[in-house]
């Protein structure tokens, strides 16, 4: 069983900045793209932004020249640091793996356990 483990969320001023990381752990073939959604009470889930095995990334417009992703694929680990936040990027942060090929031959989405990410005005 693939688990996604994650880390770095915390408390920050607006302005301020925090790194989250996502590792893979167990036994796996591959993963497509890795990324990380973000969820507030009362809303959906939305993507924050995505990264492929080729390092092609797509960011949701919110976040745009604020946040970076990155991804060191001999870790199957994923990070997403983040700059200038604002208040309003106050959420329970998801680290996915899309597209998750087992040693079973199955092959389906992983998410992790989310880490708070809490901007203070």
């Known amino acids: 069983q693939v688990q996604l483990v994650e880390s770095g969320g915390g408390l920050v001023q607006a302005g301020g900045s925090l790194r989250l990381s996502c590792a893979a752990s167990?036994?796996?073939?591959?993963?497509?793209?890795m990324g990380w959604y973000r969820q507030t009470p009362g809303k959906q889930r939305e993507l924050v932004a995505t990264i492929t095995s080729g390092g092609t990334t797509n960011y949701a417009d919110s976040v745009k020249g604020r946040f970076t992703i990155s991804r060191d694929n001999a870790k199957n680990t994923v990070y997403l640091q983040m700059n200038s936040l604002k208040p309003e990027d106050t959420a329970v942060y998801y680290c996915?793996?899309?597209?998750?090929?087992?040693?079973?031959?199955?092959?389906?989405?992983?998410w992790g356990q989310g880490t708070q990410v809490t901007v203070s005005s």
């Open positions: 996915n793996a899309d597209d998750l090929l087992s040693v079973a031959g199955v092959i389906y989405d992983a």
């Open positions: 167990g036994s796996f073939f591959s993963i497509t793209a």
